[in-house]
Nanobody
Framework: VQLQASGGGLVQAGGSLRLSCSASGAEFTINGMGWYRQAPGKERELVAVLSPEGNTKYSDSVKGRFTISGDIAKHTVYLQMNNLKPEDTAVYYC????????WGQGTQVTVSS
């Protein structure tokens, strides 16, 4: 599975960004997609995930500010990020899961104060 993510960039605190990710080359059914992030010196952490049924899960730090959407059957997922904070600065990774996890190359999000 190959994942292509886009939409990162530099934004001021309080601004918005929208990340997009599409998966190709899947040989098995993808049963979930989502986003993780990794800030410098920190471990990779969950941001939000989406199930084929439309169920979502968010980290507490982004609830109410970020919205995950997409179509798992079409292998696409998006992350609308509003009211961004400097602590949201990280490399954001797209994830697709079949019987194992597949990761995209990451897209940088930088939020200036």
């Amino acid at each position: 599975v190959q994942l292509q993510a886009s939409g990162g960039g530099l934004v001021q605190a309080g601004g918005s960004l929208r990340l997009s990710c599409s998966a190709s080359g899947a040989e098995f059914t993808i049963n979930g997609m989502g986003w993780y992030r990794q800030a410098p010196g920190k471990e990779r952490e969950l941001v939000a995930v989406l199930s084929p049924e439309g169920n979502t899960k968010y980290s507490d730090s982004v609830k109410g500010r970020f919205t995950i959407s997409g179509d798992i059957a079409k292998h696409t997922v998006y992350l609308q990020m509003n009211n961004l904070k400097p602590e949201d600065t990280a490399v954001y990774y797209c994830l697709a899961q079949d019987f194992r996890s597949h990761w995209g190359q990451g897209t940088q999000v930088t939020v200036s104060s």
